[in-house]
């Protein structure tokens, strides 16, 4: 399958599944908001009602919000644990989505609450496993970044001349950026492994991710390059527009309320087209096999087989017993 085939692929299963995309949606907006409401209660709780805190809160302005919590009296360490607790749920909340969407696009069929909420419970411990192995490797990546940087300023820390010291900085996030999508995009893989082939293998899945990758590198890169250049393309008209509309009134502070939900709903749907299209393209051989083990399973037990009758092979005396020896062979059934 060529790239567009499976991006195209991708775009008709993610079309048949509109409702998935809002529940993504709504787990990336509800802890937003409860996060949201978490930061503004340092700034509100210290200038209280006055005209101040009023105006700044109209206009959402950031920079006074970041200014009063890292200047406020009281104890940040709460507020702290609690938006890391809150991201940590977050992320779990998205893993558990995650396992339901990968069912469905796995198996190709449109969305249904039954599939999709089934296929969360069976796959969402596999994909925790899974993301909990993949983040040594985010480490190495971060890692690698700061070994180049400290390489770097030895080299050319100590010279004159800023250039050298400037485009290795340049390389040095190159190549962070490189194998920083590597890893992403080998867990996506992994991720499509363990469900479309019912493996719990996660350590296997995620090495043997970088394995098809590198059997398909052209289809699996560039394919994971087209579907970044549509996240680019959705954040440069976002970002243009955001910066073009200054927040000088209530209504341009909602209108662009309201532009930022689309852009959280467009990041939903193209998080899931990644999945869709890279299903797509891995192909779905082994969940079409599953999917017809399963459609036999219901039907054996909608109509069951007749029950099997056992013949004595040798009757015995007084019929103490069915036989004195085995049977060679296993009974039929009547």
Same mark, same amino acid.
């Given at each position: ?81 609690? #938006?890391?607790?809150? *991201? %940590? =749920? &977050?992320?779990?909340?998205? /893993? ?5 969407? +990968?069912?469905?696009? @796995? ?28 983040? #040594?490797?985010?480490? *190495? %990546? =971060? &890692?690698?970044?700061?070994? /180049? ?5 030895? +080299?050319?820390?100590? @010279? ?175």
């Amino acid at each position: 399958m060529t790239i567009f085939q499976a991006l195209g692929r991708g775009v008709t299963d993610l079309n048949h599944s509109r409702r998935m995309v809002l529940l993504f949606y709504a787990a990336a907006t509800v802890p937003a908001i409860a996060g949201a409401a978490i930061v503004m209660t340092v700034p509100l709780g210290s200038l209280g009602r006055s005209t101040w805190a009023t105006a700044m809160a109209g206009s959402l302005d950031l920079s006074w919000i970041v200014e009063t919590f890292v200047q406020s009296a009281l104890p940040a360490m709460p507020i702290v644990a609690a #938006l890391v607790g809150l *991201a %940590a =749920l &977050a992320r779990l909340l998205q /893993l558990f989505l995650l396992s339901g969407a +990968l069912q469905v696009f @796995g198996a190709g069929e449109p969305y249904t609450a039954e599939m999709f909420f089934a296929g969360c419970g069976r796959n969402f411990w596999r994909i925790v496993r899974l993301a909990l192995f993949s983040l #040594l490797f985010f480490a *190495a %990546a =971060l &890692a690698l970044h700061a070994g /180049l940087g400290t390489a770097g300023a030895k +080299l050319w820390g100590e @010279g004159n001349e800023a250039t050298p010291l400037v485009h290795w900085s340049w390389f040095t996030y190159s190549v962070t950026a490189i194998t920083l999508g590597l890893c992403s995009l080998a867990f996506d893989y992994a991720a499509i492994r363990l469900v479309t082939d019912g493996s719990r293998k996660a350590m296997r899945a995620y090495l043997g991710a970088f394995g098809t990758i590198l059997r398909a590198p052209g289809r699996t890169l560039g394919l994971y390059a087209v579907l970044w250049l549509i996240v680019l393309l959705c954040l440069g008209a976002y970002t243009g527009v955001s910066q073009v509309l200054a927040q000088s009134s209530m209504a341009i502070v909602i209108l662009l309320f309201v532009m930022r939900q689309c852009a959280v709903l467009a990041r939903a749907w193209t998080r899931l087209l990644f999945y869709s299209s890279q299903c797509a393209m891995y192909g779905r051989p082994t969940m079409c096999a599953y999917s017809r083990i399963a459609g036999r399973l219901r039907i054996a037990i909608a109509k069951p087989a007749a029950p099997v009758v056992s013949w004595p092979s040798a009757p015995c005396f007084m019929a103490m017993r069915s036989s004195v020896a085995r049977p060679c062979s296993l009974p039929g059934r009547m």
